[in-house]
């Protein structure tokens, strides 16, 4: 069955960034400065506003006019992005989610980027409205890169900034690490950054540049949206050559071994070992996942497809808005179709992949960035699982077997509440050894950061479980998932945090509102094994001396943040 008005709603969402002339006027807002009201939906359709004002500043002088203002007239201040998130960081769910917001757009004249070359690294200075796939290819012309990222290209950096974005990587056996890189998240490059503050002595809003040394700079280098940073300067290697082999071939139940048990040496860590960077992406009710597998590679292979553009996997790239909401409204209302759809989607990958997508080369930007917006829109649920590098395979092997009795426990019943693909991908942390700024601070609130109490936890495994928003029984299946992990990832061979863009915090009925881990698990993950001038606390402390007057803060972070 397909909903009513799920083509009408499709056209309202792609008005999201439609102005139209507000109905009334602010009062008190900056004369000089555009704003109208503006739809708003995050990329799983989960919350959706419409006709939030939204201004478009000029400069910076703008954005401190409106930050005053904001917090004078008790407006909250979010700057808007492209919505490409999970979790109400931005926009609150429930009753009147838009009253007294203030959105900002800055596509429009915060995209400068300017790129400075030293010996060994480049410095890379870059306004947070640049689109990442904008930023990888002016980089790309000046030789540079980054280890990892985010697949999506239409992220803006302040995004990926505030949310510790990463890709999958670690450091391959015999692989010799590049100055000016990283295997962490991309918080980690940070060299410097502008951030809108309270300033004290002019009791105002304003601008000051926090050097990555400074203590102050550690909250918000992972800000989860509780800040507006304008500007960064983050260090940047050279460019490297990469292969990115796909595999369909492979079960399940070898990759996710415990390491040894195989007899063709193809478990996950294998693979990570030879490699360094690999993905595992898991449909449902199948046993064979489609397996990436990045390797460096400065000259072409034989049997590599050269490509000079991201985005190689049309297959999965190109499904509208409408056929996602198809899709969704077939396996809300059909579940029983869920092991079928699976397998559908498994056998469009392997064939795809009998083609030039199974092993193709070129630079980094054109094997990293390979998620469109036209993609099927899922919710995700998401964590970060510190371990040593030896125990991934067990992480893993428990994991998976959890993963398998569960899906096995809900189908019994006749329920069906997970339809999309598991996700796995595995990177180091946030160490600030890999950067250049001398004293460099760790990111107080990235999920990667490293743990005092285990100096021998050197990577994270990010765990996702995908399904469609609406499906019968899915918050049930998150919910009893979160316990189980947070239960079995509790510190003694391993440790979780949650992944900040996605789902958690699920209570009976809903995600992002159960108070155990909202008040309690969440914060205890940043203090436990962590130095007392740089955990949770004093993190909370410093964004409140930041704003003081919450203008930045959506209810989510209002209730996560509370001393």
């Known amino acids: 069955m397909i909903s009513s008005n799920s083509i009408e709603q499709e056209n309202n969402d792609s008005q999201q960034n439609f102005m139209a002339e507000p109905e009334y006027p602010l009062l008190?807002?900056?004369?000089?400065?555009?704003?109208?009201?503006?739809?708003?939906?995050?990329?799983?359709?989960?919350?959706?506003?419409?006709?939030?004002?939204?201004?478009?500043?000029?400069?910076?002088?703008?954005?401190?006019?409106?930050?005053?203002?904001?917090?004078?007239?008790?407006?909250?201040?979010?700057?808007?992005?492209?919505?490409?998130?999970?979790?109400?960081?931005?926009?609150?769910?429930?009753?009147?989610?838009?009253?007294?917001?203030?959105?900002?757009?800055?596509?429009?004249?915060?995209?400068?980027?300017?790129?400075?070359?030293?010996?060994?690294?480049?410095?890379?200075?870059?306004?947070?409205?640049?689109?990442?796939?904008?930023?990888?290819?002016?980089?790309?012309?000046?030789?540079?890169?980054?280890?990892?990222?985010?697949?999506?290209?239409?992220?803006?950096?302040?995004?990926?900034?505030?949310?510790?974005?990463?890709?999958?990587?670690?450091?391959?056996?015999?692989?010799?690490?590049?100055?000016?890189?990283?295997?962490?998240?991309?918080?980690?490059?940070?060299?410097?950054?502008?951030?809108?503050?309270?300033?004290?002595?002019?009791?105002?809003y304003t601008i000051k540049r926090f050097e990555r040394n400074h203590p102050d700079c550690a909250p918000l280098l992972t800000h989860i949206g509780s800040a507006l940073i304008l500007e960064v300067q983050f260090q940047a290697g050279k460019n490297q050559r990469l292969r990115c082999q796909s595999f369909t071939d492979i079960p399940a139940a070898e990759l996710f071994a415990f390491s040894g048990n195989t007899k063709e040496n193809r478990t996950f860590s294998q693979f990570l070992d030879k490699s360094g960077r690999a993905e595992i992406i898991l449909f449902p009710f199948t046993d064979k996942p489609w397996l990436k597998v990045w390797s460096v590679s400065p000259n072409k292979p034989v049997s590599s497809t050269e490509v000079k553009t991201p985005y190689n996997y049309p297959f999965s790239d190109n499904i509208s808005l409408f056929i996602s909401d198809i899709t969704e409204n077939i396996l809300i209302h059909t579940p029983a179709l869920t092991p079928l759809i699976g397998e559908m989607q498994y056998q469009l990958v392997k064939g795809a992949l009998q083609g030039r997508e199974k092993d193709i080369w070129g630079w980094s930007k054109n094997l990293l960035l390979y998620v469109k917006p036209t993609t099927l829109r899922v919710t995700a649920n998401g964590y970060a699982i510190l371990t040593r590098r030896a125990d991934i395979q067990r992480v893993l092997n428990v994991f998976y077997t959890q993963w398998q009795t569960m899906m096995k426990e809900f189908t019994v019943t006749g329920k069906y509440p997970v339809n999309g693909p598991l996700e796995v991908r595995v990177t180091g942390l946030d160490d600030p050894a890999d950067v250049v700024h001398e004293k460099a601070v760790v990111p107080s609130l990235s999920a990667i950061r490293p743990r005092s109490d285990h100096p021998e936890w050197d990577v994270a495994i990010w765990l996702d479980i995908l399904t469609f928003p609406k499906t019968p029984h899915a918050i049930e299946f998150m919910r009893k998932f979160e316990i189980w992990l947070f239960q079995e990832f509790n510190g003694t061979y391993a440790s979780a945090r949650v992944e900040w863009s996605k789902g958690w915090a699920y209570s009976e009925n809903a995600a992002w509102e159960d108070e155990e881990v909202l008040t309690k698990i969440i914060p205890v993950s940043f203090t436990d094994g962590l130095p007392t001038d740089n955990n949770w606390n004093l993190a909370v402390s410093a964004l409140q001396k930041h704003d003081p007057h919450n203008i930045f803060r959506s209810p989510l972070l209002d209730k996560l943040l509370s001393d």
């Open 28 to 204: 008190n807002f900056p004369s000089n400065i555009k704003y109208g009201n503006r739809s708003f939906r995050n990329w799983s359709g989960e919350i959706r506003a419409y006709n939030i004002p939204c201004c478009i500043p000029r400069s910076t002088e703008d954005v401190i006019s409106i930050a005053n203002w904001a917090w004078k007239e008790n407006y909250k201040l979010r700057p808007i992005g492209q919505s490409h998130n999970w979790s109400p960081l931005i926009m609150g769910i429930g009753k009147n989610p838009t009253a007294r917001i203030m959105l900002m757009d800055l596509s429009q004249f915060f995209t400068h980027v300017n790129i400075e070359h030293h010996p060994q690294f480049s410095i890379v200075t870059a306004q947070t409205a640049i689109l990442m796939e904008t930023l990888l290819t002016q980089m790309e012309e000046q030789d540079l890169g980054f280890t990892a990222t985010p697949a999506p290209g239409d992220l803006t950096l302040g995004a990926v900034l505030a949310i510790n974005g990463h890709g999958s990587a670690i450091k391959a056996f015999g692989e010799e690490p590049l100055t000016g890189h990283t295997y962490g998240s991309l918080s980690n490059t940070i060299l410097s950054l502008s951030a809108v503050v309270w300033d004290t002595e002019s009791q105002q």
